[in-house]
C-alpha cells in the first residue's frame, strides 16, 4: 500500500475523475449481468473488484488527494464499489438458484424403480389364525392350555366317556403306536381339557385348547391327517346351555362380524349331553342366497348356515371322572377345526395348499389374519 | 338310514302336502342328521305301463342279437293294438309281463322316449330294465314282472317310481332310528301326530313246542325268540313293493326269505336270522366260542374264532356268529329246478330267529372279524330287546302271505331276568342345564312322548322306554326335552368368566419368534411330522444317534414314513424342495413345531395305566400316565437356498449364507431374551467346516450353518443349502434375561479404529472378548468392519479390522484416555491370542 501524498493534485488524476468512475462502474455491473454461470461471475469479479481492478486501484489513489478533494472522491469511488457489490451479490444468487436447479433436475430418479431386495416373510395362516381365536377368549378372562401330541388312551379316550368298547371310539380313525399299549396320536385337544380339569384344585376352569391333532384320513382336497383344532371348556356353578350359545354368538361375531349368529342342532358326542352340532349364518351372504337361484352363494353352498363344529354340555361323567362334583358344577365345550375354519374365511379351495408349505400360498396372509 | 317317505306315511298320517325337505327340517331340528333327501322319479312322465309279450322276431343281421317285439300294452297307447319295440336285451320270452315306456313319456335322465327309426324298423317305444327307471344298477337285463298284472296298468305306480327318500346319519346314541319304527316315532313327535307302531302286533304267548334252543351266555344273549314256518314255496319271490322298498332302504333285494328279513330289520330296527330247518342239527345254542374254533360264514370266508365271540350253534357246531353273520351251512337254500320233473326243489321250511345280544360283545366280534354288518351295526348301538316278538311275529306273517308258507304253533321265547333301569332327576334339572324354564309339566310330558314313564314332583323317577337304552343318565333326560322344546329357542347369555392372565410366558415367546423369523423374511411351514429311515439315511445321521430312537406308528399313513420326526429338519427340507421344484428358488423358511424324542425316557414309555373313571386318577396314576409318554420339546428351525437379496439394479445378489442360519438363532435367542454363544462344532448333517454349535452357558441348545454336501446331493436340494435348528425348551430353561434400563450418556463419543493380525485358526469371537476384556468399562461398543487376508499379513493370517466406541458416563473423554483404553484392549488381544498391531 502506498503512503499518501501530499502534494497530490486531484485534476491531475485521471482515474478518479467521475465519468471514469462512472464508466468502471457500469462496466462492472455489465460483466456481472453478463457472466452465464458461476465461474464466469468469478472471473468478472476477479476482473473488477479483485486487488488489481481499475476501481480498486481507483480506491487506493484516493489517500494521495489532498484533504479537501478525498472526501469528495472517497464519496463517489465509495459510492460505485457498493453499487457493483450490490450487482455482484445479486448475480451471485440468480446464479446459484439456476446451478441449484439445474442440479435437481439432473440428480433426478425414477422413483417407480422396484426395490425387492428384502426377502419377504410371512407367517402361517393356521398359526395366526389361532392366535387370533386365542385372544378373543383371553379377552373374555380364558388361559390358553396346551398338552402332548402323543396322548395317553386314558385322556384321549376314556376319560371322556369313550371307553374302550365305545361305538364312537372305533370312528376316530385313531394313530396307534407301535409296540405300545394305550398310547396314541392325539385325535382331538379334549385330553388338553382332562389335564386342566386335573390341574385345578377346583373349578372355574375357563380354558382354550388350540394345537395339532391327528386322524389317519389320507390327503386330499379336503381333508388332512394332521390338522389343527380349537376346543374351549368351561366348567363353573351353574353353567348353562345358553352360556355355551352366547359364548359362541360372540365368538362368531368376533371372527365374522357384528350380527352373525349361531344355532344349535341336536347332535351326539360322548363327551357331552346335551350335546350339539354349532352353525353360524353364512358370513358372505346371511341366508340370502337360500332359494334364491340368482345369487348363488359359494360359501355355503346356498345353504346359509356355515357348520362350524360340535359342542355341548361337559357330560358329568367327565367331571366325575377328573373328581369334579357334577352336582355342583356344570360346564359347556366346544371343538372345531382351524383348517375348515380358514377355508370358508379365505375362500381357500383345496387343503393341500394349507399343509404343503408352498410359500406362495402363505405369504398374502402377512402377520396376523 | 334311508327312509322312503312312502314307507314312513305308513306310521304317520303327515299332512299331504308335507315334502321331504319340510320333514328334513323338522327331524332336524329334533336331532337327526338328515344329510339329504333324494327325490326320485322327480323327471319321471309316463306313459309307462306294464306290457305283455305278444311276439318276438329275432334279428340277427347286426352284429349283436336284436329283437323286435309285439307287445300288448292295453289301451295306454290309445289304439289298443300291439305295440312294436325294438329290443337289445334277451332276459325275456314271449308271455312274459315287462315295462313298456311309450313314445311322448321322460325317463329319469331326462330321457325323452320318441319312436324312432333303428336296426331297420321302427321302435314305437322302450322296453325298461331297472336301471334305466332309476331303480338301482344292479340289474342289466329288463324287469320281467310277475305274471298278475294286467297289460296296460300304469307302472310309475306299481313300481312307487315316485318318492322321496331321507337320507339320515345315525349317531351311535340313537340306534332305535336305524329304523323305520324309530324315525316314525321322532317324526310323530316332531308333527304332534299319533304313532301306528308296527312293533303293536298280536302275537301268541311263548309255549314250549317252539324250536328248541338253549341259550348258554345268558349275559350275552337275554332274549332270545324262535319260530318257524313250514310249507313254504321255494319259487315265491318277493313281491315287488317289498323289493321297491329294499331298494330304496339303500340294501339289495335277494331272496324272498333274506328280503323279510331285512325288511323286517329296516321296519323294526331287529335284525332277523333265517334258517333252513332242514339243515340245523337239534337244538339251536347260544354260547361263546372255544378260542380255534371255526365257521364258514355267509360270505364264505373261513374264520378262525375267538373265545370271546358269541356263537349260534347246534349239535354240529358253529351255525353263525351271533349278531354278525350267519353260517354258509344253514343257509336258506336257492330254489332249483328239476330239470327232470320240473319239480322246484329248495327251503320249505324255514326257523326265524329274533334275539337280543349284549351290544359290547357284537360290537367286539364285528372289529375282530372285520364285519361290519348291518346287524351288527343295530346291536352295537342298541336294538329294543322287547320287540323281537314282533319282529318275528311280522316275518312269519310275511312268510304266510307271500310265499304261502303255515306258521307253526310253537312259540320259543328265552328271557333272561333284566334290570329295570330307572333314572332318578330333580325336575327342574333341564332348567339349569339349558338356562330357560321349561316347567315341570313340560318336562314330564316330553320325556313320556319319547317313551319313558315317569312319576314324581320334585324329583322325577323316569324309567326309558326298551328301544331307547341310551338314556342312562339324568342329562340324556335333560337333552331329549331341551331338544324337543328346540335348541334354536335357547337364549344367547355370557357366563361371568374370573378375570384372566392372558398368554403364558411360553406363548408369548413363540409369537414373538414367529413374528421375528418372518420379519427377518422368513417363511413359515407346518410340515406333517412324519419321516421315515430313507430321509435319515440321506441327513447321514447314524445308528445309535438319539435322532434314530423314533416313536413308531402302527397304522402310518404310508408305509415309508412310518415314524414321528426327532427332528424338523427333514420336514423342512421337503418344503423347501418342493418350493425348489415350483420354481421358487429363493427361498428361507421356518417352522415352530414338536418333535418326539426317546431317549432318556424310562420302561414306562409306551405303558400307560387303564385306569378308571369313576373317580379322580391319583397324583401318582397322572405321573404314570405321562411316564408313558416320550418326550415332546417345541422346537423352531430354519432352512435357507438360494439368494437373501437378489441381483438387481441396485448391484449383485446376495446367497443365503451359514451366516444367516446362525444369525436366525440369534434372532430367536433374542425374542427369547437369552444370550446365544456361538462356537464352532461338527454336528451331522452339517458341513464340518461350517456348521456353528449353539449355548446358554454351557448348554448346547442347538446347531447352525451350512449343510453337508453329501446331504445336499442326497436330499436333492439346492447347493450351499443352509439350516438352523433350536430347541425352545432348553433355550428357554434359564428363563429370560431381564432387560434393565440403560443410563444414556450425553457426553462425546471417541472413535478409535484398530486393526489386529492373528492366527487363521483364532476365532473372532475370542477377539472380540480379549478385546472387551481389556477396553474396560469405557467401551460402549465394538463392531468388526473388515476381515483381511492378503500378501501384506503373511501367509496362514488374517486381520481384523473393528471400530471402538468409548465413552463415560459422567465427562467428555480426553484423547489420552480412549488412546489408553484401546492400548488396553490391544495388550489384552496380545496375551489371549496373539494378536498384533496390523503396521
Ligand atoms: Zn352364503
Redesign the pocket.
Known sequence: MSAPNKSYDPVEVEALKPEEIERLRDEAIAAFAAATDLDALHEAKVAHTGDRSPLALANREIGALPPAAKADAGKRVGAARGAVNKALAGRKVELEAERDARVLVEEAVDVTLPYDRAPRGGRHPLTTFAERLMDVFTAMGYSVAEGPEVEAEWLNFDALNMGPDHPARSTQDTFFLKDADSVVLRTHTSGVQIRSLLAAAEPPVYVICPGRVFRSDELDATHTPVFNQVELLAVDEGLTMADLKGTLDHMVQSLFGEGISTRLRPNYFPFTEPSAEMDMV?F??RGE?VGNPDRP?R??S?E?WIELGGCGMVNPRVLVACGIDPNKYSGFAFGFGIERMLMFRHNVEDMRDIVEGDVRFTLPFGMEI | MRVPLSWLREYVDLPAGETGRDIQAKLIRAGLEVEGVELLGADLKGPLVVGQVLAIEELTEFKKPIRYCQVDVGDANGTGEPQNIVCGARNFAVGDKVVVVLPGAVLPGPFPIAARQTYGKTSEGMICSARELGMGDDHDGIIVLPPEYEPGTDAIELLELVDEVLDIAVTADRGYCLSLRGVARETAIAYDLPLRDPALIDVPPANSYGPPVKVEDQTGCDRFVARSVVGVDPAAKSPIWMQRRIQKAGMRPISLAVDITNYVMLEMGQPLHAYDRHRIDGAITVRRATAGEKLRTLDGVERTLDAEDLLICDDSGPIGIAGVMGGAGTEIADAAVDPETGEVTGTTEIVIEAAHFTPVSIARSARRHKLPSEAAKRFERGVDPEATKAAAQRAVDLLVLVAGGTAEAGVTDIVAPRPVHSIAIAADLPDRVAGQEYGRETVVRRLQEVGCTVVGTDVLVVTPPTWRPDLTDPNDLCEEVIRLEGYENLPSTLPNVPAGRGLTEAQRLRRRIGVALASAGQVEVQNYPFIGEAVLDALGIEAGDPRRETVKIANPISHEEPSLRTTLLPGLLGALHRNVGRGTTDVALFELGRVFRVDGTAETLYHAPRLPVDRRPTEDEIAQLNAALPRQPHRVGAVFAGHRDPQGWWGKAQAWSWADAVEAARTVADAAGVELTVRQDQHTPWHPGRCAGLYVGEVLVGHAGELHPRVVKALNLPERTCAMELDLDLLTAGGAVKAEGPKISTFPVATQDVALVVDDAVKAADVEAALRAGAGELLESLRLFDVYRGESIGAGRKSLAYALRFRAADRTLTADEASAARESAVAEAATRVGATLRG
Open positions: 353364512c358372505v351372504c342366497s352363494c360359501t355355503c346356498s346359509g
